[in-house]
């Protein structure tokens, strides 16, 4: 027997061990998400199980799944090789896990049964799902209808925004992401797990821009970073240490790293500066000035450097300005130089020797060969494209690129087409990188919305393929429980309409639509006790009518605003139903609903966000608007002029709800804004209640309230943020009492109180991952952190 039999046999025992383990170990979970499982078990089954080849939900019950602290599922099931049998339990997880590092049980609980039922049983109402997803044990939500489709491939939610990305090399030869953030850290996290590996490095006095690992034979390597404070830095990702520190002269910054060693082993660092001088440093040497590349003229600050493979598999270093330059590494000599058309903003090698690709300003991507020039233009959509990575997948040969928008679009380099698109990322992509591991490409990917994404083969080809799980929803309303028969009114992101019977699955038919851009606001107005009208806002800026009984328009036509109208409000005043409406236009017009009258037109100095209405149906009706000013008005129904401005100090204010339910707070409005801050104003006092609610890590997008009545009226608040959460406030104790990861921003929020308890409430919420209803109960929930 040859030394790799002997290796395979070994691993293949190894493998049959780690089995043996994890089946032995998951006989031990009591069926009880309760129970405190055992300290071992919590920390090391899932880990046993991946190893075996037998990371499945038999081998990992999902009780379990909630008290998990070790390697993260979400990484471990990126594992090659793994086995692949039923795993929506841990895939469910997966999709949830990276949001709930300090959430408590019941969050846990709630937000896995969320996912597995969404993801499980898309489109089946309540009556119609089996018992595992009816009932999971300390959760406080069943799901009644959804098609919602979170991602289970965020491999990290991180603190700071990174703009640079790169693999490296960490203790024992693990493999790692460096990422570079806006603060001047470099932070790693293990591809495996996600989890953060040693301290985050205090690295420069600017932004991290450009990262660049440069591995050496014997193991380990070199980490090289360039900032904008104009320095480049070279660190040992092992030890966390400086090894050399280099600075380009005057006021420039660092564009673009790269670096490579010699047959001899020694280090060589190329970089270039904002105004194009080329650099070297050779280790134990002093600095070469390789060359000073022109600007373009289209944009000045314009320059890129990469490696790449050039003729008999050497390497050659390529550089970008006003033209294209490839020099020998070895004697440095200029070899070509070539003209560049459009400003180059990212530059990569390809999986294909010889040939590389430049990202233009323009929005298009070139594809050149080392030798002959320029070879193929794929040509762009008008947004620069800012970030290349370069893969091999099954055979083909691709690139992703990354533009000024949270999709990764794919190219096929030899077919020389645009072939699919990755989606997931709820913000503008910052960086892009291959990860590279037995004989499989991964790509990793970070953006705005502070998530690194792993995007293995099989998520891949569904992009190349085109299928979508759940298309993103812009906006969805639900008609409250005391209608005959709830219906779920919901814009997609393809433009499509569709009004849905929640409680039998099925769809009652589209809205009418007249334009292939998707209405961007929606909302139910009572036309009788049974019977609900729904209003939605079209291109030509109107508000229109959908009785979705008769399935035709109905007569209710609303115009007077000159720009896109952005949000609807409704309700039951005391004098009858009322609208209104906020347009782009910096305008609140109110509506009375019964008439199809305008009633007043309220300016504003700043674009307005966000409106809220309310009535206690006796005596008092709020109306409320806020703004990018940071202020809510509270407008006088009779005059046009505001009844009082809150200043709220919470940036641009995205979100308002009124709460005019008896409970043992007055009457108040609820304010979140680009803070991560949710507010209470008191509309009695006109003062706010107590201090902003804090727990949120990003901007809050949606609020909605509500007040139960089990044993004494409690009023609650429910936040939804950028941050991938949705917080449930009690508001009269200002206690966060759940934390329910969404796996995807929710940017619609609405709720009305079940008609079959007085402790319930239906939650209706809408994002990029598709649309749900949840019934919830919070009664009696202890704080969450």
């Known amino acids: 027997m040859n030394l790799d039999d002997q290796q395979r046999d070994l691993h293949a025992g190894e493998q049959r061990t780690h089995a043996r383990i994890a089946a032995a170990l998951a006989r031990l979970i009591r069926p009880d998400a309760v129970t405190v499982p055992h300290p071992y078990l919590s920390r090391y089954l899932a880990h046993h199980a991946a190893l075996g080849g037998e990371l499945d939900d038999s081998h990992v019950p999902p009780d379990l799944l909630p008290w998990i602290t070790g390697d993260g599922v979400r990484g471990l099931l990126n594992l090659p090789h793994a086995h692949h049998a039923d795993r929506a339990w ?208 289209l944009e000045q600050a314009a320059f890129a450097l990469a490696l790449a493979d050039g003729p008999g598999d050497r390497q050659v270093l390529v550089g970008v300005g006003h033209t294209l330059r490839i020099w020998d590494i070895a004697d440095h000599r200029l070899l070509h130089e070539y003209p560049v058309d459009a400003p180059v903003r990212s530059l990569t090698d390809t999986t294909v020797p010889g040939r590389f690709a430049t990202g233009h300003s323009d929005g298009s991507i070139t594809l050149w060969d080392t030798a002959s020039g320029a070879q193929a233009i794929f040509p762009g959509e008008g947004e620069p494209v800012t970030a290349l990575a370069a893969l091999h997948i099954d055979g083909l040969d691709l690139l992703a690129s990354a533009a000024s928008g949270p999709p990764i679009a794919l190219w096929d380099i030899g077919a020389e087409r645009r072939t699919g698109q990755l989606t997931g990322h709820t913000d503008t992509v910052t960086a892009l990188c291959t990860i590279s591991a037995d004989g499989t490409d991964r790509l990793a990917s970070t953006a705005r919305d502070n998530t690194v994404r792993l995007w293995d083969t099989r998520a891949i080809h569904h992009a190349i393929s085109g299928t979508a799980e759940a298309p993103a929803a812009v906006a969805a309303a639900i008609t409250p429980d005391s209608a005959a028969a709830p219906h779920l009114a919901v814009s997609y992101a393809t433009a499509q309409t569709q009004v849905w019977d929640t409680l039998s699955g099925t769809a009652t038919g589209p809205f009418g639509s007249d334009t292939q851009l998707p209405p961007p606001t929606l909302t139910w107005a009572p036309e009788n006790q049974d019977r609900h009208l729904l209003l939605w806002a079209a291109t030509d800026h109107t508000i229109r009518s959908w009785d979705p009984v008769r399935g035709t328009a109905a007569d209710i036509l609303l115009k007077g605003h000159s720009q896109p109208v952005r949000t609807l409000a409704s309700t039951v005043a005391c004098g009858g139903r009322r609208l209104a409406i906020s347009g782009d236009d910096f305008t609140v017009r109110w509506w009375d609903l019964d008439s199809g009258q305008p009633l007043q037109l309220w300016r504003h100095p700043y674009t307005v966000r966000t409106v809220a209405a309310a009535s206690d149906g006796v005596s008092a009706d709020w109306f409320a608007s806020g703004s990018t000013d940071g202020a809510v008005r509270l407008w006088d129904t009779t005059g046009g002029t505001p009844r009082h401005v809150f200043y709220c100090r919470q940036g641009f204010i995205n979100a308002v709800a009124i709460n005019a339910g008896l409970s043992r707070l007055p009457p108040f409005l609820a304010s979140g804004g680009d803070d991560g801050t949710v507010r209470l104003w008191d509309l009695a006092a006109l003062a706010p209640i107590g201090e902003p609610l804090q727990g949120h890590t990003d901007a809050v997008e949606a609020i909605t309230t509500w007040t139960t009545f089990a044993d004494v009226p409690r009023p609650y608040v429910a936040s939804s943020s950028r941050d991938g959460t949705i917080r449930f406030w009690e508001a009269a104790t200002s206690r966060c009492v759940l934390q329910l990861a969404t796996g995807s921003p929710v940017h619609t929020l609405s709720a009305h109180l079940s008609g079959e308890s007085t402790s319930s409430v239906v939650l209706t919420m809408a994002g990029e991952a598709g649309v749900a209803v949840l019934e919830l109960d919070l009664e009696d929930l202890s704080p969450t952190r």
């Not at 999709?95 to 709930?100: D, G, K, S, T």
């Not at 969404?118 to 939500?141: C, I, N």
């Not at 001899?264 to 080329?278: I, M, P």
């Open 90 to 297: 841990l895939t469910a997880w997966a999709a949830v896990e990276p949001y709930l590092q300090d959430a408590d049980l019941p969050s846990r609980c709630s937000s896995l049964h969320l996912a597995y039922t969404a993801l499980k049983f898309p489109g089946v109402p309540h009556q119609l799902l089996p018992q595992e997803a009816t009932e999971f044990a300390d959760s406080r939500l069943c799901v009644r209808w959804s098609r919602w489709a979170p991602p289970s491939n965020v491999l990290a939610t991180l603190s700071r925004r990174s703009l640079s990305l790169t693999t490296a090399e960490g203790p024992g030869g693990a493999a790692l992401l460096a990422l570079g953030n806006v603060s001047g850290s470099i932070e790693f996290i293990d591809t495996t797990t996600g989890t953060p590996v040693g301290d985050r490095m205090p690295a420069h006095d600017g932004d991290v821009r450009c990262l660049f690992f440069v591995p050496h034979t014997t193991g380990g390597g070199a980490l090289v970073s360039g900032s904008t404070d104009g320095t480049v830095r070279v660190w040992d990702p092992v030890r966390g240490t400086l090894l050399d520190h280099r600075a380009f002269g005057g006021h420039t910054w660092t564009s673009a790293v790269t670096g490579y060693r010699d047959d001899a082993g020694a280090l060589t660092v190329a970089a270039v500066d904002g105004h194009g001088t080329v650099k070297l440093w050779r280790e134990h040497s002093a600095e070469h000035h390789l060359a000073d590349m022109n600007a373009h003229p």
